[in-house]
């Protein structure tokens, strides 16, 4: 656990795992936008654990050894999901919010058995080449939010994406200011190099969905 000085300006949420182990993610009461753990960000970690991914059942684990770079971690929720099914995870953000992932990291370790999970700097639209070759998944919860953001995001994607590479991108659609701007542009210029399939509410966690709520399975065109 980290010292008790510097959890004081932190509060946790726990996010229960089908297992009914819980994950416990540190948030920052004083931030930007990467120090609390967003609805998409639920969603989309609850979506890591469904049965066409990980069944223990049927010994399904689509997860077991594979890499995977996380966007905008933020919180490292989606990341850390993702390491305890097995996964070799990258959460990358930028400097100033790699204290809150290294402290989430610490506190979750014991949950990570067989995957691995670090957290590393990554600024969009600079050099990738620490995350290549191309990772087998890349993750990315509510990362459309700021216009001079969207360029170096896809930038982003386009470097770090192989043929096999599928970015699994989770967001909000938030109709209010300019969300609904930001978003048509990101996805202009994402069609423009990469092929989109929005997967059907119906294979979402049958508890952690919303109608507001997209997830999308993005592959690079060939």
């Known amino acids: 656990m980290a010292a008790q000085g510097e959890h004081n300006s932190y509060f946790v949420r726990e996010i229960e795992k089908n297992d009914s182990s819980c994950l416990t993610v540190s948030q920052c009461y004083m931030g930007d936008v990467?120090?609390?753990?967003?609805?998409?960000?639920?969603v989309l970690a609850k979506y890591l654990e469904t049965q066409q991914f990980y069944d223990p059942t049927s010994g399904v684990n689509l997860?077991?050894?594979?890499?995977?770079?996380?966007?905008?971690?933020?919180?490292?929720?989606?990341?850390?999901?993702?390491?305890?099914?097995?996964?070799?995870?990258?959460v990358t953000d930028l400097e100033d919010l790699q204290t809150l992932l290294k402290v989430n990291i610490q506190d979750n370790q014991t949950l990570i058995s067989t995957g691995s999970i670090t957290a590393k700097v990554l600024k969009w639209g600079e050099d990738v080449s620490g995350f290549l070759p191309p990772p087998h998944y890349v993750l990315m919860a509510d990362c459309i939010y700021y216009e001079q953001s969207i360029t170096p995001l896809v930038e982003t994607l386009k470097l770090l994406s192989g043929p096999e590479t599928c970015i699994i991108c989770c967001y909000e659609q938030r109709t209010e200011g300019i969300n609904p701007k930001v978003e048509k542009r990101f996805f202009e210029l994402l069609q423009e190099s990469f092929n989109c399939e929005e997967i059907p509410l119906s294979k979402h966690d049958s508890e952690f969905r919303s109608p507001d709520i997209h997830i999308l399975h993005v592959r690079k065109k060939v």
């Open 34 to 42: 990467g120090c609390v753990v967003w609805d998409a960000a639920i």
């Open 63 to 90: 997860w077991a050894g594979r890499r995977v770079v996380e966007l905008g971690a933020g919180t490292g929720v989606v990341g850390l999901m993702a390491a305890t099914l097995g996964a070799d995870v990258s």
